[in-house]
């Protein structure tokens, strides 16, 4: 088991994956794991370089051309290096190889990046691979197990490994909403900001015909009301002006925890993008928004104690059942909560990540 390893960039608000990374150095960093986040690019934000401090992860400031000068003295050298989805890894990738690194690539996608296909190829499979989800992992794998054959590299199948995201609970209160009677029913959707140079979240994450799926479910629940954050102009291109009893907000209008703690069911909609491991899927469990979502990529296996639907007729019986119920929508809320911290209970997660570290140096 190693005693430190290093991290390619920082978390930050913006994308599932500098999310997870920050709940994962969380998790590190409780089992006594020395953690050290190396910034090559732009300087990370003050303000999450002060929350990693926080936990005791130091920091290592380099220009990807000074690279090498960390060999000795900051213990790069021969070290494990673990990037979560960072494009800009890849882009100084032999330098770490260079060094002897051994590297841990996290993709939180249902895709390759370019240069990491390039590398496959050319150089064949990282140290260790890891998959969310089972849905993800049978997304990749073959791919993968592709491109490594097409530069006649060598297959390892063992270097996959399965790792839920991380997720301190503490950091999202549990706070259903209660249904009064009378009163609203509120349902809404949530996305961040992607990374991308806009800053936007991605259109591809809403249905073209968002308003008219949440129309139907308020036929059948006339006190429907529906909250979104994230929204901008590309999205009300993608989707339509929205209705005047729906409040759209931008992305980080409030802050997470207080948006699901305002609705009383979280509704993404059907005919999304296939997502791998949605973490505002978690984040909606653990506030005590249950969840009505397609039955497509990672979301069953995240929400089948929630109601995963397959087409928009079941969508809207589903959410009129939790609207009219609410004695009925309460285990439901309770199961959802429990199913999210059965799949984030850190001590199942970190034995997988202390297995890979194990097996890595090996």
Request: proline share 7%; glycine share 6%; with cysteine.
């Given at each position: 088991m190693p005693q430190h390893i290093f991290v390619a960039g920082y978390p930050s608000t913006v994308g599932g994956a500098n999310t997870e990374l920050w709940h994962t150095l969380k998790?590190?960093?409780?089992?006594?794991?020395?953690?050290?986040?190396?910034?090559?690019?732009?300087?990370?934000?003050?303000?999450?370089?002060?929350?990693?401090?926080?936990?005791?992860?130091?920091?290592?400031?380099?220009?990807?051309?000074?690279?090498?000068?960390?060999?000795?003295?900051?213990e790069l050298r021969d070290s494990i290096v673990v990037s979560f989805c960072n494009s800009h890894f890849l882009k100084w990738i032999r330098a770490f190889d260079?060094?002897?690194?051994?590297?841990?690539?996290?993709?939180?996608?249902?895709?390759l990046?370019?240069?990491?296909?390039l590398w496959l190829q050319t150089c064949g499979q990282f140290d260790?691979?890891?998959?969310?989800?089972?849905?993800?992992q049978a997304q990749l794998a073959p791919i993968i197990e592709k491109r490594v054959k097409l530069g006649t590299n060598r297959f390892y199948?063992?270097?996959?490994?399965?790792?839920?995201?991380?997720?301190d609970v503490a950091e999202f209160p549990y706070r259903p909403r209660e249904r009064l009677i009378g009163g609203?029913?509120?349902?809404?959707?949530?996305?961040?900001?992607?990374?991308?140079?806009?800053g936007n979240p991605a259109t591809e994450k809403y249905p073209r015909d968002l308003w008219r799926q949440y129309e139907a479910i308020k036929e059948v629940v006339p006190e429907l009301q529906a909250r979104v954050m994230g929204w901008n102009a590309g999205i009300e291109e993608r989707c339509g002006t929205p209705p005047d009893w729906a409040e759209c907000l931008p992305d980080g209008a409030e802050t997470s925890?207080?948006?699901?703690?305002?609705l009383h069911c979280m509704v993404p909609g059907i005919g999304c993008v296939a997502e791998n491991w949605p973490r505002v899927g978690l984040e909606a469990m653990a506030a005590g928004a249950p969840v009505v979502v397609e039955d497509k990529g990672g979301w069953p296996e995240m929400c089948y104690a929630a109601w995963p639907v397959s087409d928009r007729r079941t969508q809207t019986a589903k959410v009129e059942v939790l609207a009219s119920n609410e004695h009925g929508r309460q285990p439901v809320i309770r199961m959802s909560r429990d199913r999210m911290e059965q799949l984030t209970d850190p001590a199942a997660i970190w034995p997988k990540w202390k297995t890979l570290f194990e097996e890595i140096q090996r």
């Open positions: 998790l590190w960093r409780a089992n006594a794991l020395e953690v050290t986040c190396l910034q090559l690019w732009d300087e990370p934000d003050p303000d999450w370089l002060a929350k990693v401090s926080g936990i005791g992860v130091k920091s290592v400031f380099s220009t990807a051309e000074t690279l090498h000068e960390l060999g000795n003295p900051h260079r060094l002897g690194c051994k590297v841990v690539w996290v993709n939180c996608m249902n895709w990046f370019p240069k990491e296909e260790a691979y890891v998959f969310q989800s089972d849905y993800q199948p063992d270097r996959f490994h399965r790792i839920p995201g991380a997720f609203p029913f509120v349902i809404g959707r949530l996305s961040r900001s992607t990374g991308r140079p806009s925890q207080e948006f699901l703690a305002s």
